[in-house]
């Protein structure tokens, strides 16, 4: 008896375990890149300029962009005003959340710029250091992520502030 309660035990115990370590399945056809991107953003956290810990699970429901920056990155601010105006017309559906690598700016230089511009981001600080386990050539480098917080795309790049906001609304069209 005592062995048999023992035995239930182990089985009903590895079939939680199992059950819980359920591998993501994105639903689109990604290649080994985009998985592996796909796999660290859902598990990375980055940090809000309080400190607090933000992570793209806290976003489900809404189509996300992550851009990761700095402040002297002229194409990166390029890419700034169209998201704004996304914000602003997607304001329940799309979220931007602002990465700044910490490569050469502080949180100083990031909490004066998000001050100076009033952009409705988030602005977050890349202190888990995600940015280089994701970013293959430059920045800005941008990742949309859908409601359900699998990656749709990674790119980098800017095609300038129209380009930028054609872009991003038919990702955001395609994916509310």
């Not at 690598?101 to 710029?113: C, H, I, R």
């Not at 940015?131 to 480098?141: A, L, Q, R, T």
Request: include cysteine; aromatic fraction near 12%.
């Amino acid at each position: 008896m005592k062995y048999t309660t023992l035995l239930l035990s182990l089985l009903l115990a590895s079939f939680i375990l199992s059950c819980s370590q359920e591998t993501r399945k994105n639903p689109r056809d990604l290649n080994n890149e985009q998985k592996k991107i796909d796999e660290i953003i859902w598990n990375a956290s980055f940090s809000d300029l309080d400190g607090n810990e933000v992570s793209i699970q806290d976003y489900k429901g809404k189509v996300v962009l992550i851009d990761f920056w700095e402040t002297w990155c002229g194409p990166c601010l390029q890419v700034f005003p169209a998201m704004d105006s996304l914000r602003n017309e997607y304001n329940d559906e799309f979220e931007v959340l602002t990465v700044n690598l910490q490569d050469s700016d502080t949180p100083d230089d990031v909490a004066a710029f998000m001050t100076e511009k009033g952009y409705d981001f988030n602005f977050l600080l890349d202190n888990n250091a995600v940015g280089p386990k994701v970013i293959s050539f430059g920045i800005p480098f941008k990742i949309f992520i859908d409601k359900d917080g699998y990656l749709i795309q990674a790119e980098v790049g800017s095609r300038g502030t129209d380009g930028d906001y054609q872009k991003a609304k038919t990702i955001i069209e395609e994916h509310i």
